[in-house]
């Protein structure tokens, strides 16, 4: 009797671990502005900028890339990086 | 002992559930280019280009967002959302 009490306990642990666990695996930001309902960013650029910005959404600098997604894949097997954008000189 | 031999089934496949549960808990792309390394994009703008960039890795127009952030999160208690990039008009 104290086993099946025992593997009844664990499993409802068991069963709350996992539902925390999938719960998580959904969300990909767990670090930039928490309190904000949607993180939209606004970039204004010009004539010869050329900016790298972050989607993995763990970069120290967001919303720039500071490398940190080569962590994230090494951690994970995940294949995500940045977006490169190049605004052509004038003239 | 049917119930235990049982029970250890049990505790063995919720074991390996959980264990796949936070291993695709870390990756956040698990659709755009499986088979490419690290994907990064490098995007050339001109004068007067307005672009809204994916950040969520679940976009039908990938690396442009179509919206599907909104259902991921909903679904998730995420709070993502695009990158929007506007280049000056020159003159
Ligand atoms: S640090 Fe997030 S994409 Fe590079
Ligand atoms: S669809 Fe991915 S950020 Fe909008």
Chains 1, 2 share one sequence.
Do not use: M
């Not at 666990?21 to 606004?42: F, S």
């Not at 650029?45 to 090494?74: I, M, Q």
Request: aromatic share 6%; net charge positive.
């Amino acid at each position: 009797f104290g086993f099946a009490v025992g593997a009844a306990g664990f499993l409802v642990l068991a069963g709350r671990q996992l539902r925390t666990a999938r719960k998580a695996e959904g969300k990909i930001n767990n670090k930039i502005d928490p309190e904000v309902p949607k993180v939209v960013t606004k970039e204004d650029l010009k004539a010869g900028d050329k900016k790298v910005y972050c989607r993995c959404w763990l970069s120290g600098t967001f919303p720039l890339c500071d490398g940190t997604h080569a962590k994230h894949n090494e951690a994970t097997g995940d294949n995500v990086g940045p977006l490169i954008v190049s605004v052509k000189k004038s003239g």
